[in-house]
C-alpha cells in the first residue's frame, strides 16, 4: 500500500506549494505519511495520457491511496472524472479529497458521491464561465479597455517597502508560502515579487 500526494496547477504562474502543504498538514494530523508525491502543471484539458497522472493510474497497486486537495485537480468533465475514479475503484484503490472530504473507495456510495459532485462541480464551471464571458461581452461594449494598468501592477504587489525581509526570509530558507502568511497577501503575490526581483 501507498500513499501518493497528487497535486496539479494549470499555468506555471500558479505554485505547487499551497497543495503541498495542505496536503502534508493532513496527513501529519492523521499520522500517516507520503510515500510519493506526483506533481504537474498542465492544464486539465489536456489527454489523460499526456499528463502525469495518466503514469500514475497505470501504476496503481492494490489499497493505495491518492489524496488531492480537490477533486476538480483530478479532471474538469463529469465523464473524466468518473473515468478516474473507476480506474481507481477497479484496481482497489481510493481517492480522498481535503476540501471535500471524500474518501471514495469501491462501494456503491462512493460511486453516486462521485457522481453527484462531478455533475455540481461541472455545471458551476459552466454556469460560472457564462457569467464571465457575459461581463466581458458588457464591459467591452461600455467601451472600457479591460486588463489592469502597468502602474496598478507594482501598486497591487504592495511588498517593495518590505523588499529587505523578504530577501532575508528567503535567504533563512522560509518558504514562500510563508511568506504570504507573514506578509498578509496570497502566496501568487509573493511569487510574482520574487520573479520581478530577480530572486
Not at 14 to 40: A, G, S
Not at 73 to 83: A, I, K, P, Q, Y
Not at 159 to 188: E, F, H, P
Request: charged share 25%; aromatic share 6%; glycine share 4%.
Amino acid at each position: 500500500m501507498a500513499v501518493i500526494g497528487y497535486i496539479r496547477v494549470s499555468s506555471n504562474k500558479q505554485t505547487c506549494e499551497h497543495q503541498r502543504h495542505e496536503i502534508t498538514q493532513f496527513v501529519q494530523h492523521n499520522n500517516m505519511q507520503i510515500d510519493k508525491w506526483v506533481e504537474e502543471t498542465i492544464s486539465s484539458r489536456k489527454p489523460l495520457q499526456k499528463r502525469l497522472l495518466g503514469q500514475l493510474l497505470e501504476s496503481l497497486e492494490p489499497n493505495d491511496i491518492i489524496i488531492a486537495c480537490e477533486i476538480s485537480r483530478l479532471g474538469r468533465s463529469l465523464l473524466e472524472v468518473m473515468r478516474i475514479l473507476e480506474n481507481c475503484l477497479n484496481k482497489n484503490c481510493q481517492v480522498w479529497t481535503l476540501k471535500e472530504n471524500y474518501r471514495l473507495g469501491n462501494d456503491i456510495q462512493s460511486k453516486v458521491m462521485a457522481f453527484a459532485f462531478g455533475l455540481s462541480a461541472e455545471i458551476e464551471r459552466n454556469l460560472i464561465s457564462q457569467r464571465t464571458k457575459a461581463s466581458l461581452d458588457s464591459i467591452r461594449a461600455s467601451g472600457k479597455r479591460l486588463g489592469r494598468p502597468f502602474s496598478a501592477q507594482s501598486k497591487k504587489l504592495k511588498l517593495s517597502k518590505n523588499t529587505k525581509q523578504i530577501k532575508r526570509l528567503l535567504d533563512m530558507g522560509v518558504s514562500k508560502y510563508r511568506i504570504a502568511k507573514i506578509m498578509d497577501v496570497r502566496i501568487s503575490t509573493v511569487t510574482r515579487f520574487v520573479q520581478r526581483m530577480g530572486w
